[in-house]
Nanobody, 124 residues
Framework: EVRLVESGGGLVQAGGSLRLSCTAS????????IGWFRQAPGKEREGVSCISSSDRSTYYADSVKGRFTISSDKAKNTVYLQMNSLKPEDTAVYYC?????????????????WGQGTLVTVSS
């Protein structure tokens, strides 16, 4: 059974940091791009960051560039999203997802597997 499980969400003050983890089971990251998406109340799901398992190239949305860092540990089948200098507008449910792709992509329709999400709340 393919599963993606996120963890690490929580409540943090503005300016603080959190590290999200996404652990996969039932498949390996080879040939997959792993993306982080988020969805705030009343808003559409948006892409935040992505890492390619083939060459570890990365992509960041402009809104998080310079503050968030995506990384992967193939041995643990885990992708991390380090989030620094958090802002109230970062508040959302964060999802990780896997796309059968050797390059980074933030096209939601390319993602085959999704986690259940983890809530990040940033207080002002």
């Amino acid at each position: 059974e393919v599963r993606l499980v996120e963890s690490g969400g929580g409540l943090v003050q503005a300016g603080g940091s959190l590290r999200l983890s996404c652990t996969a089971s039932g498949f390996t990251f080879d040939d997959y791009a792993i993306g982080w998406f988020r969805q705030a109340p009343g808003k559409e799901r948006e892409g935040v960051s992505c890492i390619s398992s083939s060459d570890r190239s990365t992509y960041y949305a402009d809104s998080v560039k310079g503050r968030f860092t995506i990384s992967s540990d193939k041995a643990k089948n885990t992708v991390y999203l380090q989030m620094n200098s958090l802002k109230p507008e970062d508040t959302a449910v964060y999802y990780c997802a896997a796309a059968w792709s050797r390059i980074v992509t933030m096209s939601i329709r390319e993602y085959d597997y999704w986690g259940q999400g983890t809530l990040v709340t940033v207080s002002s």
